[in-house]
C-alpha cells in the first residue's frame, strides 16, 4: 500500500482544512486508516482513526468535535476535515494504514505498517 497525502496549507484560526489521502493497492478497503500529526520539537501523536469499513472511528480529545475522519473505499481515499482550527494544531500530519484485515489498537502508531509522506498544515493566529 502506498499512501500520498494532500490537501495542507496555511489556514487562519477558526478556519478549517480537508486533508486527503490517496491509496494505492486493493487491500485499501480491507485496512485501518488514521491520520497523526508531529508539531515541531514534540513526538508524533494519534489524531483519528477508523475501522476498514468506516463503522468505528476514533479521536484525540484535543481535535474531538472539531475534526472528522472518514473514508471512501470506492475512491481508495481517506478524509480528514478539520474545522475550528487551533494555531495548536500546527503540524505536519501523516497518514497511516495498518496491514490489511488486522485491527489493531487503532491510536497506537507501532500498529501501522504504511505511511505516507507528511504535509505541513499551519494555523495562524
Known amino acids: 500500500v502506498q499512501l500520498q497525502a494532500s490537501g495542507g496549507g496555511l489556514v487562519q484560526a477558526g478556519g478549517s482544512l480537508r486533508l486527503s489521502c490517496a491509496a494505492s493497492?486493493?487491500?485499501?478497503?480491507?485496512?485501518?486508516m488514521a491520520w497523526f500529526r508531529q508539531a515541531p520539537g514534540k513526538e508524533r501523536e494519534f489524531v483519528a482513526g477508523l475501522t476498514w469499513n468506516g463503522g468505528s472511528t476514533y479521536y484525540a480529545d484535543p481535535v474531538e468535535g472539531r475534526f472528522t475522519i472518514s473514508r471512501d473505499n470506492a475512491k481508495n481515499t481517506v478524509y480528514l476535515q478539520t474545522s475550528s482550527l487551533k494555531p495548536e494544531d500546527t503540524a505536519v500530519y501523516y497518514c497511516?494504514?495498518?496491514?490489511?484485515?488486522?485491527?489493531?489498537?487503532?491510536?497506537?502508531?507501532?500498529?501501522?505498517?504504511?505511511w505516507g509522506q507528511g504535509i505541513l498544515v499551519t494555523v495562524s493566529s
Open positions: 497511516a494504514a495498518q496491514a490489511p484485515f488486522y485491527a489493531l489498537n487503532p491510536r497506537a502508531a507501532e500498529y501501522y505498517a504504511y
Open positions: 493497492g486493493r487491500t485499501f478497503s480491507s485496512s485501518a
